[in-house]
């Protein structure tokens, strides 16, 4: 059973370009949680989705990030104009349904640098 | 959300026992507590939880205070590669309308082993 994946792994974007993360959780899990971790600080949330719906997005930027999880295919996340700021590990999360089981998995991350 | 207090770090021998503390007075019945950690340059990944019994797996043990105000994370005999952030987390599977909660993490403990 192959665990969350990621990618790519480092992207490099310049200033106004825009960076696609996607993420593939594990096989028959419908959760997806994504984290932004900017250098030497902790993981921030930023948003929660279940198949083709969001269910938390409160840690979200307002403007220029996006996130999706279709029915079929990995989850996205979306940075339009991308700016230095935006320069940090990207985590995905997934874990399956219910709350009997509440171990979240976490993909290796992507590494965006902007330039 | 219900927080959590960890030291922002720690230092240990290696092969010697680690006991890691949290402490979480706000906790609410339904809350579950979770320890993840991060190794350099990865992925969070999940160590244990439990709700009111201590629990123990492969990885640790988990001793949670008959009040639930606290819990310990204990590593029976670290090693190098134990050295890593550790997250201690209150979850509680009951938000979002059945769904599982979210995971809010916080600033963790740096756990350094010394060989």
């Known amino acids: 059973n192959a665990g969350v994946m990621q990618n790519p792994r480092h992207l490099v974007r310049r200033r106004g370009q825009e960076a696609r993360l996607r993420c593939s959780p594990m096989?028959?899990?419908?959760?997806v949680y994504w984290y932004r971790q900017l250098p030497e600080e902790g993981l921030k949330f930023m948003v929660y989705l279940q198949k083709e719906n969001i269910i938390d997005e409160s840690g979200m930027p307002k403007e220029r990030f996006s996130a999706e999880f279709p029915k079929e295919g990995p989850s996205i996340l979306r940075i339009q104009q991308v700016v230095r700021g935006d320069s940090a590990a990207y985590f995905c999360?997934?874990?399956?349904?219910?709350?009997?089981?509440?171990?979240?998995?976490f993909g290796q991350g992507t590494r965006l640098t902007v330039v | 959300d219900a927080k959590t207090t960890q030291p922002n770090s720690m230092e240990s021998n290696e092969e010697e026992p680690v006991h890691l503390p949290c402490n979480h007075s706000?906790?609410?019945?339904?809350?579950?507590i979770h320890w993840y950690r991060q190794l350099p340059s990865q992925g969070p990944e999940y160590v244990i939880h439990g709700l009111t019994s201590n629990v123990n797996n492969r990885m640790a043990s988990l001793a949670i205070a008959e009040d639930r105000k606290s819990s310990t994370l204990i590593l029976h005999r670290a090693t190098l590669r134990d050295a890593a952030v550790y997250y201690c987390?209150?979850?509680?599977?009951?938000?979002?309308?059945?769904?599982?909660?979210?995971?809010?993490f916080g600033k963790g403990t740096k756990l350094s082993v010394k060989p």
């Open positions: 999360a997934s874990s399956p349904g219910g709350y009997q089981n509440t171990e979240a998995f």
């Open positions: 706000t906790i609410s019945g339904t809350d579950y």
């Open positions: 096989k028959g899990h419908s959760h």
């Open positions: 987390i209150l979850r509680d599977p009951l938000n979002y309308g059945g769904s599982q909660g979210n995971l809010i």
